[in-house]
């Protein structure tokens, strides 16, 4: 609760009451679920190639976007405190964006299911805020859409790790924009999806970048330089709490491999 309107003080958007500047459009605000351990440009620019789709391809109006980061229980290996992860999503988004914004409420509490955190969204937005208002006072809902990379939709085709109701819940009601993600196939990603294909749009990514956390995290254990992989105030902020530096190593195969190629690559130039 308190999340979003800490939010609003400082988002012109929200402050002045949520106002559709199209009246004919139905407006959207972008929610982006991760661990953002740390976040990087690529998180950022996710929700940039999301409002260049919507503009050129749908009816909507992008009326905010928010990072949610998960709770400490999430437990992923590389997950850093949601304290710290939080204050590095607020740097990130109010040094370089007057409509990104960090909503907190997710990352200080027992792990919350993706579907929860989409019903906690439409309860602030639609029965707090009272959703968008129009020029004449009338007001609108908002409608909520999950923006994730194509490696997180891939996931929902796996067996056991989304629940089917929660799938549902997600996928029928708010809907998704998936941005392609370099080494995670979209057809793949959706093809167990094509029941809410309505609901679904695939947004390309017309310039390959695959920056992760993941190799941020392994660069900084390295010693390696990440200015200009993250906005310039996380990176202080990481070297001002020395944090990153005695990261464990991932228990996650796909992570393992990730961080072996790294290596691979930065030895093959010499570097140690
Ligand atoms: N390079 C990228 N391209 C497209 N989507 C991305 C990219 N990096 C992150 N995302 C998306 O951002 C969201 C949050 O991601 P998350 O915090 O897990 O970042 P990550 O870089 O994948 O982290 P890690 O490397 O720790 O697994 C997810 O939906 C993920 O798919
Ligand atoms: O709600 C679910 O069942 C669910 C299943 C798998 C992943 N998620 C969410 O997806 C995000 C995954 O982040 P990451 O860093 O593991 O890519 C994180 O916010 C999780 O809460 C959510």
Redesign the pocket.
């Known amino acids: 609760m308190a999340a979003l309107i800490v939010s609003s003080a400082r988002h012109p958007v929200i402050a002045s009451g949520l106002v559709l500047r199209y009246p004919e459009k139905q407006p959207i605000v972008l929610v982006a679920?991760?661990?953002?351990?740390p976040v990087t440009y690529l998180h950022l620019r996710m929700f940039e190639m999301a409002v260049d789709y919507v503009r050129q391809n749908t009816d909507f109006e992008v009326m905010g976007g928010y990072m949610?980061p998960?709770s400490d229980q999430?437990k992923?290996p590389g997950?850093l405190s949601a304290y710290h992860r939080v204050n590095m999503c607020t740097l990130a988004t109010e040094q370089t964006s007057q409509w990104l914004m960090v909503d907190p409420w997710?990352a200080f509490q027992s792990?919350?299911?993706?579907?929860?955190?989409l019903d906690h969204f439409e309860y602030e937005i639609n029965t707090i805020i009272g959703g968008a208002q129009l020029s004449t006072g009338e007001r609108r809902p908002i409608r909520v859409v999950l923006l994730?990379?194509s490696?997180?939709i891939s996931?929902m085709s796996e067996p056991g790790?989304?629940?089917e109701k929660?799938l549902d819940h997600?996928l029928a009601k708010y809907g998704t924009f998936i941005i392609e993600r370099a080494g995670s196939d979209m057809d793949h990603a959706t093809e167990a999806l094509a029941r809410w294909r309505h609901n679904i749009f695939l947004v390309p990514q017309l310039i390959q970048n695959d920056v992760s956390?993941t190799k941020v995290r392994l660069f900084l254990r390295r010693g390696l330089s990440v200015r200009y992989l993250l906005p310039a105030p996380v990176v202080e902020y990481i070297e001002e709490h020395n944090l990153y530096t005695e990261d464990a190593p991932s228990h996650d195969k796909k992570d393992r491999e990730k961080e072996r190629s790294i290596d691979i690559i930065v030895m093959s130039h010499g570097h140690w």
């Open positions: 679920c991760g661990s953002f351990s949610s998960v999430y992923k997950l997710e792990y919350q299911r993706t579907a929860v955190v994730a990379g490696d997180l996931t790790v989304w629940s929660d997600i956390s």
